[in-house]
């Protein structure tokens, strides 16, 4: 479920302007999984811009308020959401954790990093969904420690249907901020794609394993 269409476009446009997100139709880039696709998304980027990263943790923090307010733990997913779920947590006043792709081999062997709080209702912030299957790794991880994992929310998803289909048959509730289509929409409006650089880009989302 993507929030606000409003609040879905002002933070497209923010992500284009720090270049946390890049578009290029012609000269696709590639995922680690062998995607070839036109977009490239690293909200990372935007930690280096202060109003960015700022209205991004005001936006999640109304969200938590508005769909999960009985929060008590605000949990992050290593790296990228690492940062973001901390000025979530900030901003809420809440404890936070974050939930590392899989157990260090090393020292207390912690694959959740802070306290923890069986029982606990917790939201989970992710920087990006795709497949979804990293982001359910951590409320695996998260659920198994004892937490109750309310639901999951990000601040951009691909929108793909198997990353939707994945959270439901895990019963986890995803919102994210904005969207693919969000973005392509902004992305038109602010004559930063051409109608058929448009074309193009809608198609990849259509069957991305195909494109290119």
Request: with cysteine.
């Amino acid at each position: 479920m993507e929030c606000d269409s409003e609040i879905a476009r002002i933070i497209a446009s923010l992500l284009l302007q720090s270049k946390a997100i890049k578009l290029n139709a012609e000269t696709p880039f590639v995922w680690a999984s062998g995607i070839k696709s036109p977009i490239y998304c690293d909200n990372r980027q935007t930690l280096s811009y202060p109003q960015v990263r700022r209205q991004i943790a005001l936006q999640l923090s109304n969200l938590v308020k508005k769909y999960y307010p009985e929060t008590k733990v605000v949990a992050g997913v290593a790296t990228g959401a690492i940062a973001h779920g901390a000025l979530v947590a900030e901003e809420l006043g809440l404890p936070f954790v974050y939930v590392r792709s899989s157990a260090k081999g090393h020292g207390m062997g912690n694959q959740i990093e802070g306290r923890i709080m069986p029982g606990e209702k917790t939201v989970v912030i992710e920087d990006l969904v795709s497949t979804g299957k990293s982001s359910l790794a951590a409320v695996t991880a998260l659920r198994e420690a004892g937490f109750v994992v309310e639901g999951m929310l990000a601040i951009f998803s691909y929108g793909f249907d198997e990353a939707e289909k994945a959270m439901q048959e895990h019963n986890c509730e995803l919102i994210s901020l904005s969207s693919y289509d969000c973005l392509l929409e902004t992305a038109l409006q602010e004559e930063r794609i051409t109608p058929e650089e448009l074309e193009l880009l809608s198609k990849w989302r259509q069957d991305p394993h195909a494109w290119g």
